[in-house]
């Protein structure tokens, strides 16, 4: 049934690009289509947004973040993720950390001819703040506009990592704005203009020709969302340039494509409850008595193999993981490791887990076994699963593995381990995977607490200056005493990073793309507005 669909996805498709412009290849091949100035790009269905083009509710932010195009951004990240400048031309942070005050452009219009103000820059951020459930606004009190070029936001609790939130929200007109219709009908002031949204089936977008900023090469970008199967038959139909796809079809060939892998911080880890087995006051089962001794978390971590995961569960299409924030500019080198089964067996010997004769190791009548939870619906994550289990079973550990929804995983994370994925463009990343929730006492997403960690995070948070906040967030991963790393707690075992593939048609010269965030979607537009077509 589901290839049945995806041939009826593929006749659709062939109606919706003949209404759109687009052109049929002869003969179903893949030639480059007559155009130098256009690009059809097939995403995944997951990709469309659900309430539309409003930064309010989640476009350009949210698990996916990605640039919004349709609206500016007062910051940027650049290549190397640092901090650069779209609608803002500085900024300062008080001394006490509360205040940020952003001086913007004057020369800026949205769509409707209308000019973008500091006023339009405070009603956004007030407004994303009291409407948005995807992003954390609770570190802001409110934006002031100072004059027309001068915003000031006032802070609930000083937050260096601003600047990464102030590149992720678009900025919508005070005047022109409306909840209930702004999603379907943006005015923004980016690099492109939404043009046509046929829910469920694509959208098009055509460049903004008063766009502040160089002018985009690629004039018209059509989106459509497809099932992956559904995006490789189009492929192979020659019916879009672009296609995202998987390691699932990394070893096919697509006469007249080549396959595109881009680097990600999209990464796989599980989490291992660091703390003994018991109840929490909700009468939740926390805790593993297994995962709760540091040296089985050491020993699992260097009795990993993950290229062998890398090789055979993502064909080859990733990097190993050592962190949940790898190649980032706060990233802790200290994070990586070496694969060695001999060491990791010696740590578990030394820790008292002694290997039983049907192989499976016991210490004090417990039985070093445990259960792998992942997605159900996720077969990769289900595959790196069993590719743990067994290595955990050559360290003489019992693991059985069990898919479940999301309904029930992060209860169950709380004291079996979990296959997650994360992996974003701020420090909050960290903060959100090992700082103590003041409400339980314990990490988040896993039971988990470091005083010491928290402090480095809290200071990082606290300092006025971006770069020394990288230094603080490296020392909550390890100080040289104490962090989240081999040698510190290690309460998270990080696996691979996931390569983001696509099928991309000859002579389309995609831009140099950023490292991807989690998520397998937008994040490939970012600069679609650079991309260009080779000269026949």
């Not at 990073?497 to 793309?513: C, K, P, S, T």
Request: with cysteine; aromatic share 10%.
């Amino acid at each position: 049934m589901s290839r049945l669909r995806s041939l009826l996805a593929c006749l659709l498709l062939a109606c919706l690009l003949a209404g759109c412009g687009g052109q049929q290849p002869a003969g179903g091949q893949a030639a480059q289509p007559n155009r130098t100035d256009s690009v059809v790009i097939a995403m995944d269905v997951n990709s469309e947004p659900a309430a539309g083009f409003d930064p309010a509710y989640g476009w350009g932010a949210g698990e996916h973040v990605h640039e919004p195009l349709i609206q500016s951004t007062l910051t940027v990240t650049n290549p190397d993720l640092t901090i650069g400048y779209d609608l803002a031309t500085g900024y300062t942070v008080s001394d006490d950390g509360l205040t940020w005050t952003v001086t913007i452009r004057d020369d800026v219009t949205f769509t409707d001819g209308q000019p973008l103000t500091a006023q339009d820059v405070a009603f956004t951020y007030n407004t994303v703040k009291a409407a948005s459930s995807v992003n954390d606004f609770t570190m802001l009190d409110r934006a002031e506009a100072l004059d027309d070029t001068t915003v000031a936001f006032h802070m609930n609790r000083p937050f260096s990592i601003w600047p990464y939130t102030m590149a992720v929200v678009g900025i919508v007109p005070e005047h022109a704005y409306d909840s209930e219709t702004y999603g379907r009908n943006p005015i923004g002031s980016g690099r492109y203009i939404l043009k046509q949204w046929d829910q469920g089936q694509q959208v098009i977008l055509e460049a903004n020709p008063d766009y502040y900023g160089e002018a985009p090469k690629m004039q018209q970008v059509t989106i459509l969302f497809m099932e992956e199967d559904a995006a490789f038959l189009a492929a192979q139909a020659g019916q879009v340039d672009v296609a995202y796809t998987s390691a699932t079809y990394s070893g096919e060939d697509i006469d007249g494509y080549r396959l595109a892998a881009y680097q990600s911080v999209d990464n796989r880890g599980v989490n291992l409850p660091a703390v003994p087995a018991g109840t929490d006051a909700q009468g939740r089962a926390i805790g593993n008595d297994l995962t709760a001794d540091v040296q089985v978390r050491r020993a699992i971590n260097i009795g990993i193999d993950r290229q062998e995961m890398i090789d055979n569960v993502l064909n080859g299409h990733g990097t190993p993981a050592y962190s949940i924030c790898d190649q980032m500019p706060w990233y802790n080198k200290a994070a990586e490791v070496s694969y060695d089964p001999e060491a990791a067996a010696a740590l578990l010997d030394e820790a008292g887990w002694a290997m039983g004769p049907d192989g499976i190791r016991e210490k004090d009548g417990v039985r070093a076994e445990l259960t792998l939870l992942y997605a159900s619906d996720d077969s990769v994550r289900q595959a790196l699963a069993a590719d743990l289990a067994n290595q955990l079973g050559a360290l003489g550990i019992d693991a059985m593995i069990e898919g479940v929804g999301w309904d029930t995983a992060y209860d169950r994370a709380l004291s079996d381990p979990l296959i997650w994925g994360w992996g974003a463009h701020t420090p909050m990343e960290l903060y959100n995977i090992y700082h103590t929730d003041g409400d339980t006492g314990s990490a988040l997403y896993s039971p988990y607490a470091n005083p010491t960690v928290d402090a480095y995070m809290d200071a990082a948070l606290a300092s006025t200056d971006l770069e020394t906040s990288y230094d603080l967030w490296r020392k909550a991963q390890w100080d040289g005493q104490t962090g989240v790393t081999q040698e510190g707690d290690i309460p998270w075992i990080w696996l691979v990073n996931v390569d983001h593939l696509y099928w991309v048609r000859d002579g389309l010269q995609i831009a140099e793309q950023k490292i991807h965030p989690h998520g397998h979607g937008w994040s490939i537009v970012n600069n679609v507005d650079q991309w260009s077509w080779a000269q026949a």
